[in-house]
T-cell receptor, first 111, second 115 residues
Framework: LAKTTQPISMDSYEGQEVNITCSHNNIATNDYITWYQQFPSQGPRFIIQGYKTKVTNEVASLFIPADRKSSTLSLPRVSLSDTAVYYCLVGDIDSNYQLIWGAGTKLIIKP | GAVVSQHPSWVICKSGTSVKIECRSLDFQATTMFWYRQFPKQSLMLMATSNEGSKATYEQGVEKDKFLINHASLTLSTLTVTSAHPEDSSFYIC???????????FGPGTRLTVT
């Protein structure tokens, strides 16, 4: 199982780009990296998933270096509604389905 | 697409009673669902893996006789908290896998308060 490490909290301002980095030094060959967002008293919501290099969708980008020992979630032009906890999960479809949740990063966006 | 619902969204029960929480995949079939528990200001903790038509797999430290899981159909899994105690008060969240994808689709959660 790949353990992940993220900053406990981050602050930013509306309109800024926010980058949250996750360390996963023991990532295995078959592991994918997935990021979720969670608002208080709600279930997590899928943001983005990747295996290597860069993945982009309509809400975020995910950057994964060649050694895959870390990944960075990039949120462009954040707004107050992006204030939430962001979780990085690593896992293999054939093993743990990415079920080990770390502490996550509490992102606070200020006006 | 890929919507998961939970019912009830919140429930208050007395100590010693049992509470059933339903998790439904509304627009897809899910052979595998997961049940999590989340205490205030903490991360999600996996309780068990629910597989349609077979017994659930419980994580270490989770009492299978206390947290009964039934996955009787491809769209419904239930978690029954038996003989509830105040320490069982928590936020219970289910998720479902779409086929063999890596992505989990989460329900909105159920807030259980045991008095």
């Amino acid at each position: 199982l790949a353990k992940t490490t993220q900053p406990i909290s981050m602050d930013s301002y509306e309109g800024q780009e926010v980058n949250i980095t996750c360390s996963h030094n023991n990532i295995a060959t078959n592991d994918y990296i997935t990021w979720y967002q969670q608002f208080p008293s709600q279930g997590p919501r899928f943001i983005i998933q990747g295996y290597k290099t860069k993945v982009t969708n309509e809400v975020a980008s995910l950057f994964i270096p060649a050694d895959r020992k870390s990944s960075t979630l990039s949120l462009p032009r954040v707004s107050l509604s992006d204030t939430a906890v962001y979780y990085c999960l690593v896992g293999d479809i054939d093993s743990n389905y990415q079920l080990i949740w770390g502490a996550g990063t509490k992102l606070i966006i200020k006006p | 697409g890929a919507v998961v619902s939970q019912h009830p969204s919140w429930v208050i029960c007395k100590s010693g009673t049992s509470v059933k929480i339903e998790c439904r995949s509304l627009d897809f079939q899910a052979t595998t669902m997961f049940w999590y528990r989340q205490f205030p200001k903490q991360s999600l903790m996996l309780m068990a893996t629910s597989n349609e038509g077979s017994k659930a797999t419980y994580e270490q430290g989770v009492e299978k006789d206390k947290f009964l899981i039934n996955h009787a159909s491809l769209t419904l899994s239930t978690l029954t908290v038996t003989s509830a105690h105040p320490e069982d008060s928590s936020f219970y969240i289910c998720s479902a896998l779409l086929d063999r994808g890596y992505e989990q689709y989460f329900g909105p959660g159920t807030r259980l308060t045991v008095t």
